[in-house]
């Protein structure tokens, strides 16, 4: 048996481990891994876990072949790690592949992940609009072509897909930030702005009004979502985090905000006010990990239901606080987070491999894991040698 990779099988609801990723059976590579890195994204389906870009200046030092590279210090990399194998691997850029690599905005539709918007280096001088999809089945990235009419270039922006629309909000151009809500229908690729900002804020200064349900502009946040709402989650400007006792929510039918009270953990209250913090959805429920305040990086875990809107406190904390880290989980419920930063000073990195258990797994899924830790070499073994020993179909196929 692997030794260190035991624990990575382990499915122990609420306790976090560090991946000790492993090597391919038969090679003699040395072991491959994305390196150190901050403002990547994530997402992750049942089988794999993708991370695609990233950026760390310090990368060059070791590494002549980035050197040469004109997006250095940002990776144009989707990295995958396989749940089973416990391994990662560095896919081939195929197609037409996004060249904004840091603080872009990823989520997945099926076997589509689909990616907008993000920064070249230096930050705010190469934005982009523009609207990617990832097929997991041919691993090629498509550009999606739609309206002339696009939103302004941004990253650190949030998106959510609501039925065929993917929804988008805020973000920042380098200089100034944004509170407007975009969506584009996915079918067709045509671009609309469902709220201005602006204009409806030079509405209510002219009539003296202070609105309090309308979010100020900002970045770095993120969005949760039902059938018809968007759930604003924190974020903050370069100076400024903002508090997360109260919930601005945008209605997509009636395109409307409300700002909502949210409920506190009975214990420990509301989470702390933060930015750059991890954000995924599991059904009705939304879980933050870290961020950052300007002064304090957190590590805590955090999970709000967005049907009653009730704070709750998770007894796991982080190994390290983190922030500008990826995060994602899998329909059954596993958190995964990996890379960020570690200092205030944004200087130090980190490429560990995180992951936390949130819910109960189905018994077919424990069952395949104990399998594994019991017998590591089923994870090389073909699709026709698991079935000639009974595996079950859908686990073979995920």
Known sequence: MDSGVDENYSVRIGKIFTVSPRC?????EELRKPCARSGHAAVADDKYLYVYGGYNPDISVDDEEM????????????????????????????????????????????????????????????K?????????????????????????????????VCGTSLYVFGGTSGWDYSANVYKSDLRTGIWEKCFDFEKHYSMLIDRQIDEKDIPLPRYRHE??????????????????????ERI???????????????????????????RCHGCCQLRNVGYITGGYDGRHIYNDVWSLAIDSLQWTKLEAKLPEPVY??????????????????????????????NFLWVTVPSLVTMSWKCILKANPKLRDKSADVLRELGIPEHIIKR
């Open 128 to 160: 982009s609009s523009a609207l990617f999809c990832f097929s997991t089945r041919d691993n090629r990235w498509r550009a999606i072509s739609g309206s002339k009419e696009t939103p302004d270039s941004t990253y650190g922006q949030s998106v959510s």
């Open 324 to 353: 500008f880290h990826s995060s994602a989980i899998t329909p059954e419920g596993c958190l995964y987070y990996h890379g960020g930063v570690l200092t205030s000073d944004g200087k130090t990195r980190t490429d560990k491999l």
């Open 248 to 274: 601005h929510v945008f209605n997509t039918k009636l395109k409307k905000w409300t700002r909502r009270d949210s409920i506190p953990d009975p214990v420990h209250g509301f989470p702390r006010r933060r």
């Open 24 to 28: 391919e059976a038969g090679s003699d």
């Open 67 to 126: 050197e040469m590279e004109d997006y250095n210090p940002l990776f144009k990399e989707m990295w995958r790690f396989d749940f089973d194998r416990q391994s990662w691997e560095l896919l081939k850029n195929r197609g037409t592949v996004p060249m904004q690599l840091a603080s872009m905005s990823m989520t997945r539709c099926g076997h589509i992940i689909i990616l907008y918007g993000g920064t070249g280096f230096p930050f705010g001088y190469q």
């Open 223 to 244: 969005m949760l979502s039902d059938e018809e709402n968007l759930y604003i989650i924190g974020g903050g400007t370069s100076h400024h985090a903002f508090p997360l």
